[in-house]
């Protein structure tokens, strides 16, 4: 079969290789039938995290079960399913509280030996272990291309405003409208808060945020703490999701929050820095959660609920739809940021 | 007038720390230089950060005016906010010593030591709004 592969820093290509089997007896083998690029590719595509040349890469996506091993009980051949991007055990003490994202056997798809050594996503099969944990049943009135965002963005957005406790007279300011920062957007406008204001400095971005409801902010016309002071009654956002995952935008986090504030820092870090003042932090009051990966698991039912009753909708983000065999050309797009979204058609 | 944050208002405000006796009495324990970074606001008429920088050493200024970025990072203390947290302080309408601990101005350097100095703050700030300032959003 073709799959994506990693071919140094700043390269993929299309390569052909083993087809997966059934090796456990929980694993189901999918015929995978749409995949998507996320930001998160892009630390293994930059070298950010480690990842040899000729591992697969890629982990959201969608497909029809094949095969099944003998301990899957909820998966038969011909179910639509979509993956969930970290793979868990789903029995220890973690994953039965449902902080899967704190699993004694994470992994991930298509991370090298840092997600466990498992095979990419952006393939035309893939093995997926513990079918019955890390499979979701698509309903009949949800198309693969919008199911494809509940494996990974849509839940992490869903995960990133349910843990923030907004309330209905919040200023919800999200800091960097990407894919997770759009569809945290949409999850925090079904809370009903007072507003949601969209923080980014890409225009098109912005508009998709607009679109979407929220209130945007050019970051690069406007300094943010003045524009969120403005609209806030100079006090600052009530609650504040940082979707981005660098250390300025979690400075810019810290900068529009309102005295105790709560700070949500759901986008990815890996060996960044900042410096605080813990006298201040501790002063402010502030509210800081760093959401780790998203458990997916424990909030894509609920993701799944509101795709199927239209109101979260990830299908405006997707900008580019390419066959598997053009996934590097998808890779530079994205990198580039000339794409908001790019699907993969095996 | 004198257009803020310039080079000549820096020096305005220089010119008033040596003139004044209740800032050198307030101040005569302070060791060490302060730069100021006014974050850019291009819609308030202050498209590049600017960064200013005051020697201040035991009650008196030895110097400073507009420094580059490199020269004020340099200095012992950074402090930093957009173009209106400043325009705040300088019209009396931010404390600066209450402006740090709620984060608004953002401090880099020992924070406990530069708060102890309240009333060399106020003195400053004072001084600042003998100033007849030109604001950037103003002109």
Known sequence: MRAVVFDGVGRVRVDVVSDPVVEEPGDAVLRLTCAAICGSDLHFFHGKAPMSPGEGIGHEAVGVVEEVGDAVTRFAPG???????????????????????????????????????????????????????????????????????????????????????????????????????????????????????????????????????????????????????????????????????????????????????????????????????????????????????????????????????????????VSHRLPLAQAAHGYDLFDRREATKVLLVP | MVAFPTDAWFQALIALIGDSASYREAAANWEGDIAFLIEAEPDRGLPQDAWGRLDLWHGECRGGGVVTPERGRAAAYVIRAPYSRWKEVVTGDLDPIKGMMQGKLKVEGDLPTIVREVRAASELVELTQQIRTEFPDEA
């Not at chain 1, 050594?117 to 198309?143: F, K, M, S, Y």
């Open chain 1, 79 to 317: 179910d639509r399913v979509v993956v969930a991007f970290d793979i868990v055990c789903g029995a220890c003490w973690f994953c039965e509280r449902g902080q899967t994202q704190l699993c004694e056997d994470f992994r991930n798809l298509g991370a090298g030996a840092f997600g466990g050594g498992l095979a990419g996503a952006q393939a035309e099969r893939l093995r997926v272990p513990v079918a019955d944990v890390n499979l979701l049943g698509i309903p009949h009135g949800v198309t693969d291309e919008a199911a494809v965002f509940v494996g990974d963005v849509l839940t992490t957005g869903w995960y990133a405003a349910s843990i923030a406790g907004i309330g209905p007279q919040d200023t919800v300011a999200v800091v960097g409208v990407g894919p997770v920062g759009y569809c945290t957007v949409q999850a925090a406008l079904t809370r009903g808060p007072r507003q949601v204001l969209a923080l980014d400095r890409d225009p098109a971005r912005l508009a998709l945020a607009a679109a979407a409801g929220a209130v945007p902010i050019d970051v690069t016309a406007r300094h943010p703490v003045t524009a969120v002071a403005e609209v806030t009654g100079g006090r600052g956002a009530d609650i504040v999701i940082e979707a981005v995952g660098h250390p300025d935008a979690f400075d810019t986090a810290a900068d529009v929050a309102r005295r105790g504030a709560t700070v949500v820092v759901v986008g990815m870090y890996t060996g960044e820095t900042v410096s605080m003042q813990l006298g201040v932090w501790w002063a402010r009051a502030i509210d800081l959660r760093f959401s780790g990966v998203c458990p997916v698991h424990a909030w894509w039912e609920g993701a799944m609920a509101e795709l199927e009753a239209g109101r979260l909708d990830p299908m405006p983000l």
